[in-house]
Each structure stands twice: as structure tokens, then as C-alpha cells.
T-cell receptor, first 110, second 113 residues
Framework: RKEVEQDPGPFNVPEGATVAFNCTYS??????FFWYRQDCRKEPKLLMS???SGNEDGRFTAQLNRASQYISLLIRDSKLSDSATYLC???????????FGTGTRLKVLA | DGGITQSPKYLFRKEGQNVTLSCEQN?????MYWYRQDPGQGLRLIYY???????QKGDIAEGYSVSREKKESFPLTVTSAQKNPTAFYLC????????????FGPGTRLTVT
């Protein structure tokens, strides 16, 4: 089993739709979680950190479910510019390692 | 304007040649990292450095070498011993290695023929 797993997609959604991605992680001791966005042939860019209480940034909401060991990303009112690959990243406590998922590809259609 | 720079953006080399990829940051971050990304795969850690003059192997260090002589700079050398060097190389930094977000440079796309 991979340490961080994501559905590769693609998720094809119309503009204005709400879409959600999940990411599961295997190490129950993990404490830091992040969502990154990566455009084709570009570097990953931090979208948001995921806190225990959940957090929201405009149209984006991230949640952490420790009991089931997954994090989620919800995008409301999707824009064409949201089309990208979304990477889930988990950091083990007290280590240097960030574990990256392979990403979920989102296509927002006009 | 703070950030991480990598150069060059594209690099072409013949098999058997060593090549050095540059990474510079002005974020005053202690920790720096090198990853490689292959199509359809997640990022894989090559080397990381917690502090000047110290660095550690990551998951796929064979065929690579690094140095950390200055806080701002963490160059990666891809040696001829690396079996499949063609990839997208990403440098990242974080304020330290104990937690917090990583920030990435724009990457170098290396093609070896």
C-alpha cells in the first residue's frame, strides 16, 4: 500500500460545479498535511495547509479526518483556471520527509 | 522579491556527461531539498539539507551528489552513474525540517540522450 494515495482522475466537471478530492495516508502518526496545485510542466505551488480544525480559503476548503486517515479538498464554483493536478502531501512527525501523492487531475469544462 | 530560482529551465546532455543543476533561495530557509518527478509519478526525494555543510540522502540518491556551502545555494550534480537521468528536477526549501510548508523553484527539465 502506498503511503499517500489519491484517485488519479481525471475529474471532468462543468464550470460552476463543486468538486471534492480525497487523499488517504497510511501513517497514523502523521501530523502535517498540505494540498499543492501543479499545472502542466510547472512546479507544485502550495494551495493550503490542512489543520485539524479544517480550513477555508475562498472557494477552497480542506478537511482532515484522523480517524479514517484521509484529507479532503473541496472546490466550490469551479473556474476554468482551476484545471490542474492537485497533490496531497503528508509529513511524518519529526522527520524531513514529505510524502507526495501522485496527484488528482481536474479538468473544468466550459 | 523572495523566492527560489533554478537554472537552467531546460538542459540537454549527452550520456556519460556529468551535469550540475543550480538552486538558489533568498527566503532565509534553513532546509533545502531536491526532488525528481517522472511522468505519472509522485515527487521522489533525492537529497535534503538541514543546514549549511550538512546534507542527507533521500530515497533515490544513487547517481547524484550535492553540496551546501552557503545557506542560499544547494546545487545538484547528476553524474554519469545515474541510470535514467532524464526527468523534471525540482528544488524546494522550507524554514526548517521539523514542519511547515515547502516552496518550490520552477524546476529544470533535463534530457539526456
Amino acid at each position: 500500500r502506498k503511503e499517500v494515495e489519491q484517485d488519479p482522475g481525471p475529474f471532468n466537471v462543468p464550470e460552476g460545479a463543486t468538486v471534492a478530492f480525497n487523499c488517504t495516508y497510511s501513517n497514523s502518526a502523521s501530523q502535517s498535511f498540505f494540498w499543492y496545485r501543479q499545472d502542466c510542466r510547472k512546479e507544485p505551488k502550495l494551495l493550503m495547509s490542512v489543520y485539524s480544525s479544517g480550513n477555508e480559503d475562498g472557494r477552497f476548503t480542506a478537511q482532515l479526518n484522523r480517524a479514517s486517515q484521509y484529507i479532503s479538498l473541496l472546490i466550490r464554483d469551479s473556474k476554468l483556471s482551476d484545471s490542474a493536478t492537485y497533490l496531497c502531501v503528508v509529513r511524518h512527525p519529526g522527520t524531513y520527509k514529505y510524502i507526495f501523492g501522485t496527484g488528482t487531475r481536474l479538468k473544468v469544462l466550459a | 522579491d523572495g523566492g527560489i530560482t533554478q537554472s537552467p529551465k531546460y538542459l540537454f546532455r549527452k550520456e556519460g556527461q556529468n551535469v550540475t543543476l543550480s538552486c538558489e533561495q533568498n527566503l532565509n530557509h534553513d532546509a533545502m531539498y531536491w526532488y525528481r518527478q517522472d511522468p505519472g509519478q509522485g515527487l521522489r526525494l533525492i537529497y535534503y539539507s538541514q543546514i549549511v555543510n550538512d546534507f542527507q540522502k533521500g530515497d533515490i540518491a544513487e547517481g547524484y551528489s550535492v553540496s551546501r556551502e552557503k545557506k542560499e545555494s544547494f546545487p545538484l550534480t547528476v553524474t554519469s552513474a545515474q541510470k535514467n537521468p532524464t526527468a523534471f528536477y525540482l528544488c524546494a526549501s522550507s524554514i526548517d525540517t521539523t514542519g511547515g510548508e515547502q516552496y518550490f523553484g520552477p524546476g529544470t527539465r533535463l534530457t539526456v540522450t
